[in-house]
């Protein structure tokens, strides 16, 4: 199965600190306590190095004394050091777990809100596997770094600082001979990070799509059982893990060189001091003691050394899932008013004015005049007009560039009251259309008016809350079946109101449900039938009774009998309100006052049923079964 990609940018112009100072705001509130571990972890870490200390004072003091009591006290000491080292290093813990934990919880709510406000364009374009494994693999990661490696690559460069300070003062030429490894090791880590970016970028865009694919799978159940595509879904499966492996083992080969080196280099050093140590020491220019504690420390310091490969690794697994994390972030929310589409062209021949042949309910106001009746907000009247489309065009955002639009030249007058089906072969653009009414997308030419308001200038907010919805796939959320239906109305329908919706919907199986309306639905309401969500979408759309309905095809899943019940309940709803229906059927039809018929993407004829099929053989081929335009 193919999965689609998140439009992912290649690693590269960003270095990995620079990702990784895009984290300060969310870190910032737990500053303090993350600066207090990390002074805490390195008065830790250095604790440990006062043990070769307390050493080189045992060896050449109680022990070649031959002092019990001094080396009992030694032991004692090296005890109590022992002890400060744990305690300090869990306290360390202590101080990082909660607001870690907060900062991740405060990052996936950021996501999660951000996703809800990005343009649905954007949903289209990304993969919901990608977007949940930003929101889970790589938000662990983050918390993992910022608890981790961010602070013991502070921490360990400090105790490797403090400790060559050490071997220096101990004794300078051994110190020096560790230290000639160094620089061979800044220039390869510098080498590999680079290619260890790119491996580890594309290692977690794959788990992306193996996401994905679980997820298709999941959902998909019943149809690849049912087309027996259990295979080809497993292969496509495998396919990818195959692929997934085979990174993260480039990355473990990566990881072994970056291992190799960053523990060769320093034994070498410390067996080359050793032996030069050895020497001094033979030759008297060197107690033992120093040499015992010099290899200590040496000793003490191959953890923070080794530990720096994968450190650095890790911070580079934090640094993409940082660019990961904002490249949903940096997408652009919905803007409150839509940006000023392209200035509407003249209308063409045979738009609106020519087609509107029919005297149907709702006369149409006189141009220019805009009649002052109709529902009355609080006091004061308001203009009523109806639903409008001013010569509308609209292309997909991500269209390529030169394709023809799919809604051109759209101008349609749906009057107050008035309900409008709309007709068309598959693909003509009539979901698309609806979808512009309660600014789902934005219009790229002309412009949409309720009652006469553009709808580009008003609140999003304020749109959706006047226009209702019902799609053609009824989406059901893991919630109560009440629950469900008033979110139709913002959640402040009464029960009255609820049951009226249900009975609009003849949806009153819900009340032979186990707990009424009080019923979980289940993942997507995958636990009731088809027509069963349908009902209740459609119970979703005109509870709170909507100014504006937009339905899209809202019987096609029901039997004849229910919607013939459904559809003489909706005939009560649609009187008190202005509808536009995407109909594929005759007696959906039936429902409208008027008919407008979509051919390629632009209004070919408005009119009543019986004029349609009476005039357009397009209208009357559609209404005899055809449904390939
Ligand atoms: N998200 C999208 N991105 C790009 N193109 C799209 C998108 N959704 C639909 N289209 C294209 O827009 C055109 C109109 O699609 P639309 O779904 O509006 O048709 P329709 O008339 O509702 O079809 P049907 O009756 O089959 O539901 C089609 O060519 C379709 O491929």
Known sequence: MPTTHAPAKEPGGRSAVRTLRRLWPYVRPVRTRLFTAGVVAIVASCTGLVFPLVLKWMVDGPVADRDTGGVWLGALLLLGLGVAEALLFGFRRWLVARPLAGVEAAMRAHLFRHLQRVPVAFHDRWASGQLLSRGTTDLMLLRMFLAFPLTFLVVNGATILVGMAILLAQEWTLGLVLLAPVVPMVVFLAYFEGRYAAVSRRAQDQVGDLTTVVEESVLGIRIIKGFGRHRSQALAFRELSRTLRGTELAKARLLAAIYAVIMTLPELAIGA?????????????????????????????????????????????????????????????????????????????????????????????????????????????????????????????????????????????????????????????????????????????????????????????????????????????????????????????????????????????????????????????????????????????????????????????????????????????????????????????????????????????????????????????????????
């Not at 738009?351 to 042949?357: D, F, G, I, N, Q």
């Not at 329908?493 to 707990?515: C, I, K, M, N, T």
């Open 273 to 629: 001091a050793l032996v030069l140590g050895s020497v001094q020491v033979a030759d008297g220019d060197l107690s033992t003691g120093t040499l015992v504690a010099f290899l200590s420390t040496a000793l003490a310091l191959r953890w923070p050394v080794e530990s720096i490969g994968f450190l650095l690794a890790m911070s580079q697994e934090a640094a993409t899932a940082t660019e990961r994390y904002f490249e949903v972030l940096d997408a652009e929310p919905e803007a409150e008013s839509a940006p000023a589409p392209a200035p509407a062209p003249a209308p063409e021949h045979g738009t609106e004015s020519v087609r509107s042949t029919d005297p149907a309910p709702g006369a149409e106001a006189a141009p220019g005049a805009e009649p002052l009746r109709g529902p009355v907000r609080g006091q004061t009247p308001v203009p009523v007009d109806g639903i409008r489309f001013h010569a509308v065009q609209f292309r997909y955002p991500d269209a390529p560039d030169h394709s023809p639009a799919v809604l051109e030249h759209i101008d349609l007058h749906i009057r107050t009251g008035e309900t409008m089906a709309l007709v068309g072969a598959t693909g003509s653009g009539k979901t698309t259309l609806t979808a512009l009414v309660p600014r789902l997308h934005e219009v790229t030419r002309g412009r949409i008016t309720l009652d006469g308001e553009n709808i580009a200038a008003m609140p999003r907010e304020r749109v959706r809350s006047l226009v209702s919805m019902a799609f053609e796939e009824p989406t059901l959320f893991s919630a109560s079946v009440g629950e469900n239906v008033l979110m139709g109305s913002g959640g402040t329908a009464s029960g009255d109101e609820l049951d009226r919706a249900l009975a609009v919907a003849q949806a009153e199986f819900v009340h032979a449900l186990p707990q009424g309306a009080d019923t979980q639905v289940g993942e997507q309401g995958l636990s009731l039938s088809g027509g069963q969500r349908q009902r209740l979408a459609l119970a979703r759309a005109v509870v709170g009774t909507p100014r504006f309905l937009v339905l899209d095809d809202p019987l096609s899943a029901l039997d004849v009998h229910t919607e013939a019940l459904v559809e003489a309940a909706l005939r009560r709803v649609l009187k008190d309100t202005t509808a536009l229906v995407v109909a594929h059927r005759p007696s959906t039809v039936l429902l409208a006052d008027r008919v407008a018929l979509l051919s390629g993407g632009r209004v070919a004829a408005v009119g009543t049923h019986q004029e349609l099929l009476r005039d357009n053989a397009e209208y009357a081929w559609l209404m005899s079964g055809g449904t390939e335009g």
